[in-house]
């Protein structure tokens, strides 16, 4: 399937359906990428790939009816052409060899820091740019094509908070803070909560103390049924 415009078009195969419309909110913020479709089950996601073949597969390993690994090798068996980076919990050492064996851009191990994850589909984009534009190539672009290092784009620290007070620690707050940084939109509890790989209640404690550290904003969305939705973002600069 051609892509138009350029677009790299993703397919998002992954069960935690909050932690996949937050990939793919993401994703529609870097150039040239979009989400076509996002599957919760791998059944869903093979009766999607007979009709419609993507450029890039977001994949889960740990999915209700079937393991990532298996399906992995189910679609590199068929759809030799598409691209897969593996985003999951699953640090097991087989999970971890079958991925490089079965030709995997890169593997992120849940929870996700966004700027690697933004980073990782930055150079993946990088990649197939170059790959578009030459049919020839030389040993040293040759190796810039297989570097997998990464670095981070932003720095997340949080300077201005020195001692921190009981039942947070400066890992989870730094995981916190950047993905507020990372978003131009704001996010509830759940969805930074998918984010982070932590409990709501974990996400909401980490961000109202944020707040009251004047680092981020809170708004108070209105809606139609049930209480006001509290939401976070970065606190822009006066």
């Not at 052409?81 to 064996?101: C, F, G, P, Q």
């Not at 974990?202 to 961000?207: A, F």
């Amino acid at each position: 399937m051609l892509n138009t415009n350029n677009l790299i078009d993703v397919m998002i195969i992954e069960d935690d359906e909050v932690a996949a419309v937050s990939y793919s909110k993401f994703i529609e913020k870097i150039d040239s990428l979009k989400v076509s479709f996002i599957a919760n089950t791998g059944e869903q996601a093979l009766e999607l790939l007979e009709n419609y073949q993507p450029k890039l597969i977001l994949l889960d390993v740990f999915l209700p009816d079937i393991h990532g690994i298996e399906l992995l090798w189910k679609i590199r068996n068929k759809y030799r052409n598409i691209d897969i980076i593996l985003i999951t919990a699953s640090n097991d050492k087989k999970s971890v060899a079958e991925a490089i064996r079965g030709g995997v851009f890169s593997y992120l191990i849940k929870p996700v820091l966004m700027n690697r994850f933004i980073s990782t589909l930055e150079k993946y984009k990088s990649i197939t740019s170059k790959l578009d534009q030459k049919e020839l190539f030389v040993q040293n672009e040759v190796d810039s094509l297989f570097l997998t290092s990464e670095t981070s784009s932003k720095s997340t620290e949080v300077p201005s908070i020195k001692n921190f007070p009981k039942g947070i620690d400066k890992l989870t707050l730094n995981r916190i803070k950047e993905i507020i940084v990372n978003l131009s939109e704001s996010v509830n509890a759940d969805e930074c909560a998918a984010l982070a790989g932590v409990s709501h209640s974990t996400s909401r404690r980490y961000l109202e103390y944020l707040a009251s550290e004047d680092l981020i904003e809170i708004t108070i969305h209105h809606g139609t049924v049930g209480r006001p939705e509290r939401r976070y973002q970065l606190k822009q600069p006066n």
